[in-house]
């Protein structure tokens, strides 16, 4: 064996320890072999481009946060001065409450900090007695300084943030309980829940409520032709009003909404049609046909416009929605039958959310429809 033999393979025998023991030569060429050409630079370039807008245009501090003036006026006056209470936002999802107390979060400890300072758990995911007994109480133990590295005060307390924390069991909430009794010298929490009723009383007691509501037609609109403007979008207006009634007051769908639609239609005008397909909302025209198979007092009319719409691949589910809408605003039925019919309508929702048969739920019913419609009326 000559000199080069017996130093390659002494280099492979350095390589393969250094793989067992973790990788460092690897971790070293893999730096060696970093993309260093103008195309890799600008492939990264393009990949931090498109992130998501929802993530792109979340509120970075506290006055950017739409509609929510109660909420924001509190939380300005706690940053002034330093202190904060224990937080409970309830309200319908899409409204804002993870993304102002991460704005909070960020105006009160720094972009430096905040890694250090909050903990967010998504209780959805971890939500058992577990998690509370050992990620919470071990992050709220820990005493946090009073200065940030650069020599500046920052508030001496660190925050945990639970979102979804209506999906916690109880044994985890009681647990909870203890723990924010005990650890109010270091630790601040913000519970973030869609129902405060499915939080138990001890823990809403300890907490400041808040309540978020929808946003608004306005404010959805002005936010929407905000990012339109800044994406170089071209959004009609008929599109712009399907957005925010498709959205229902929820600001994160309507700007996934709109994101997806920018990208099925590439440098044109977005439409109402193109809004309607990417939310799976049933045209008019199909809702008006399925009322017209009612008035026609035929099961076989009616099974075959059921059947069409099932084939078409809609939604039972958003089929009811609309219809509810209909039904609510048809003058030629009375209160009595409207009541019948949105009964059977709540039924009908009970049985698809249970894994019934959308067609045979459908067809019971706009069966009723069809007899309420015809016969009561003679």
């Known amino acids: 064996m000559n000199y080069g033999d017996r130093q390659n393979n002494k280099k492979k025998y350095l390589t393969m320890q250094a793989f067992l023991k973790g990788g460092s030569t690897f971790s ?13 630079a600008k492939d990264l370039k393009e990949t931090k481009k498109h ?19 109660e909420v924001v006026s509190v939380l300005k006056k706690s940053l002034e001065g330093e202190d904060l209470p224990n937080l ?5 999802p899409g409204t804002g409450k993870t993304s102002t107390i991460l704005a909070a979060s960020r105006e009160l400890f720094g972009a430096d900090l905040v890694k250090q300072r909050v903990l967010e758990l998504n209780a959805s995911d971890e939500r058992g007695i577990d998690v509370v007994r050992k990620k919470v ?4 133990q820990l005493t946090a300084s009073g200065t940030r590295p650069n020599g500046k005060p920052c508030p001496p307390f660190k925050i945990v943030i639970l979102d979804e924390s209506d999906s916690m069991t109880r044994p985890a909430q009681a647990a909870l309980r203890r723990t924010m009794e005990k650890q109010t010298k ?3 929490f913000c519970l973030i829940c869609n129902y405060v009723s499915r939080i138990i009383e001890p823990i809403a007691s300890r907490c400041a409520k808040f309540r978020f509501m929808p946003l608004s037609v306005k404010t959805l609109g002005d936010r929407l032709k905000m990012i339109c403007e800044k994406e170089n979008i071209q959004c009609s207006e008929e599109a712009m009003t399907a957005l925010i009634d498709t959205s229902g007051g929820d600001m994160r769908k309507a700007i996934t909404y709109l994101q997806s639609a920018s990208r099925l239609k590439v440098d044109e005008e977005i439409t109402k ?9 049933i045209l008019d025209e199909v809702i008006d046909q399925l009322i017209k198979a009612c008035h026609s007092d035929s099961y076989e009319k009616l099974g075959t416009c059921v059947k069409d719409i099932i084939c078409d691949g809609h939604s039972a589910m958003q089929l009811i929605t609309q219809l509810h809408d209909k039904i609510v605003q048809m003058e030629e039925l009375d209160d009595k039958q409207k009541s019948i019919i949105c009964e059977k309508l709540a039924i009908v929702d009970k049985c698809l959310m249970d894994g019934a048969d959308e067609f045979l739920q459908i067809m019971a019913l706009t069966g009723v429809m069809m007899q309420q419609i015809c016969h009561e009326q003679k």
Not at 51 to 69: F, G, N, S
């Open 28 to 40: 070293k060429n893999k730096e060696k072999t970093a993309p260093t050409t103008s195309k890799d």
């Open 88 to 92: 409970l936002f309830y309200g319908p």
């Open 273 to 281: 049609t193109d809004i309607f397909e990417i939310a799976g909302v």
């Open 51 to 69: 992130i998501p807008w929802v993530e792109k245009y979340r509120p970075r501090c506290v006055d950017d946060v739409a509609h929510q003036e």
């Open 137 to 140: 109480k071990n992050f709220s």
């Open 186 to 188: 270091t630790t601040r």
